[in-house]
């Protein structure tokens, strides 16, 4: 009898041991880290931030957008080719064809205003980094930007309207032949115009007035995706115009 009773009591003991832990487990508090400890920094799975020329004076300008924000309109492997291979290539080979010139502490446009006709490969190489320059400005990651007022105005007093100068666009560039930019930019008259030039020339070497605007039409900026159906190319490009680019321009007196 008296071994029933305690083992009766074991049973009981072991059972409010039991109990008691079961509470004091119950009451452990676990910290739950905060969410901004998983917040990290944005960036390119395809490096772009580590695209940097092998010396000065130029280095490569920074994106607006990550490769991976635009693919509605590009691939971010198309991206890092046009910009982290043939864009960075141009800038490279002019920074050593510009050493131990008095070009060296000139800017891209210092550069465009002063080469002169023999010296052919700095004007080709200037020119090609400052359009290239250009085109990334002149594309927004957003679909939303507009021409401001004054621009407005003068869009319609040239063109008549919004729509038909994106008709306009898209009917110059698909006509257009061989490698070169389309070039939206306000002549001496201060007009708006759009203007085609060849290979890597531009308003700047040509006198033909401030850019707001420039479309890459060389083959490397569309093929990869487009392949030759360069009317798609372009109105998927037409909404991402960067339209607030555009509008300090008009409003800057820098060329």
Known sequence: MKNIKLLHLAFLFLALSASSCGKQNDRIEVEIPKRET???????????????????????PALSFQYEEIEDLFKPEDLALHYGVIHLDYVNRLNTAIHNTPYVTDSLVGILNKVTPAQIEIANLAGASYNHDFFWQSINKNTTTSPNTSLSALITSSFGSYNNLKAEITRIAVEFEGAGWLWLLVDHRNNLTLVTTDNNTNPIT??????????????????????????????????HLNWEFANRRLENRER
Not at 38 to 60: A, H, N, R, Y
Not at 219 to 227: R, V
């Open 38 to 60: 998983f917040v990290v920094e944005k960036k390119s799975v395809l490096g772009q931030e580590k695209v940097k020329t092998k010396q000065g004076p130029f280095d490569m």
């Open 206 to 239: 040509l006198r033909l007035g401030k850019p707001l605007l420039v479309i890459d039409l060389w083959e490397h900026a569309y093929l990869p995706l487009y392949k030759n159906d360069k009317e798609k190319y372009i109105k998927a490009l037409l909404p």
